[in-house]
T-cell receptor, first 112, second 108 residues
């Protein structure tokens, strides 16, 4: 299994600012995934982060808006840049371990 | 692109009734996964199905993967109030694509 923690758990930010979300896993994993879940909606994959290489972004998401770092096998950050109210969402990191996918508790972001 | 459709969007049942949610993919999947998300919580992995026609059971939950590996279902027998939440399927193709989920409510 994998235990994932995220910081912050929630934040309220002003438009135009940036927020960096941290994700820590209790074991070493090859890939870490970042998802977005808007209120009452499903999960949308933003990007996949491998240690030592650039993240791979899904259609509709770009590095300038959502830069990701993956400095080691247990940690990753996602930055939401130049925020607008449309970025209000829950951001979750996820890892695969033993053929199971585990999710962090999420970061609830509100942009005013 | 790859799409995963899930129906129904909402389902309300009386405690003790059965419940089924269906998932359909536009493309053949390498595997399909099911998750449960309680209100205010994060998705929790339930199961992964890999083989064509596979059926797996977890207590009152029965999961099926279609022969063509493009559809799946989750059936709950004799629902309980603890079953409330949103059930997501997620199809693994080039990436893990989530369905929109079925939100189950149960009244006692």
């Amino acid at each position: 299994s994998a235990v994932i923690s995220q910081k912050p758990s929630r934040d309220i930010c002003q438009r135009g600012t940036s927020l960096t979300i941290q994700c820590q896993v209790d074991s070493q994993v090859t890939m870490m995934f970042w998802y977005r879940q808007q209120p009452g909606q499903s999960l949308t994959l933003i990007a996949t982060a491998n240690q030592g290489s650039e993240a791979t972004y899904e259609s509709g998401f770009v590095i300038d808006k959502f830069p990701i770092s993956r400095p080691n096998l247990t940690f990753s950050t996602l930055t939401v840049s130049n925020m607008s109210p449309e970025d209000s969402s829950i951001y979750l990191c996820s890892v695969e371990s033993g053929h199971e996918q585990y999710f962090g508790p999420g970061t609830r972001l509100t942009v005013t | 692109g790859q799409q995963v459709m899930q129906i129904p969007q909402y389902q309300h049942v009386q405690e003790g009734e059965d419940f089924t949610t269906y998932c359909n993919s536009s493309t053949t999947l390498s595997n399909i996964q099911w998750y449960k998300q309680r209100p205010g919580g994060h998705p929790v992995f339930l199961i992964q199905l890999v083989k064509s026609g596979e059926v797996k059971k977890q207590k009152r939950l029965t999961f099926q993967f279609g022969e063509a590996k493009k559809n799946s279902s989750l059936h709950i027998t004799a629902t309980q109030t603890t079953d409330v939440g949103t059930y997501f399927c997620a199809g693994a193709g080039t990436a893990l694509i989530f369905g929109k989920g079925t939100t189950l409510s149960v009244s006692s």
